[in-house]
């Protein structure tokens, strides 16, 4: 897993110095002889590629990383009262096809619409602890998302709880848009984007 924080101060740094016109003399290996070249800062303070356009390729990304951003931001969280925020650890992220989702009948009205609007799913299980007891819960998100010129956004996010391997936690969906996990997507969506240094 990459840590994107350290990323997006390298692609600032690299952005800032490129644009001086700074070059670094380096040395390529062909496999057989190095050879020395002199390279604009760009070119070696890397990111990583870009963040995906394609919404399957960015959830695919997105949930490989999700664990460790969701488990950092609900350590750094204050204690809270609400049910919605009992404090869990992300133990797994996966992606879902949406005939995947169970059908709800209890979805929102004031859901956001429009064509710059797309729609993903994702899952979670989360381990908490109750009365001493370990509780395993599995949760699925969806996840309104939009494509700007800025990068992707989350509008809105709403989940509900699944029995696994018995417990029922919150069935009904609810708005999520605050929730530990949804401001762990912001981060990681915000990340995302410092991928690639401005050329």
Known sequence: ?????VVSVL???AASLGAMGLM????????????PRI???????????????????LLTELVVDLPAYANRVITRSPPTNHLQDIPTSVILATSLPPETIPVSEHLPTDLP???DIDLGFILTRERLYINNRMLVIQRYHW????STPNGWELVKMLSKSDPYPGYRILPQPWD????????AIRLWL???QWRTVPR
Do not use: E, K, W
């Open 113 to 115: 619409t429009g064509d």
């Open 39 to 57: 390279l604009p800062v760009q070119q070696i303070i890397s990111a990583h590629p870009r963040c995906p356009v394609d919404l399957n390729q």
């Open 11 to 13: 692609s600032q740094l």
């Open 176 to 183: 999520s848009s605050q929730s530990a996990i949804a401001r």
């Open 190 to 192: 915000r990340d995302c």
């Open 24 to 35: 670094v003399g380096v040395r390529v290996s062909d496999g057989q002889q190095q050879t």
């Open 1 to 5: 897993m990459v840590d994107y924080t």
């Open 143 to 146: 996840l309104f998302l939009r």
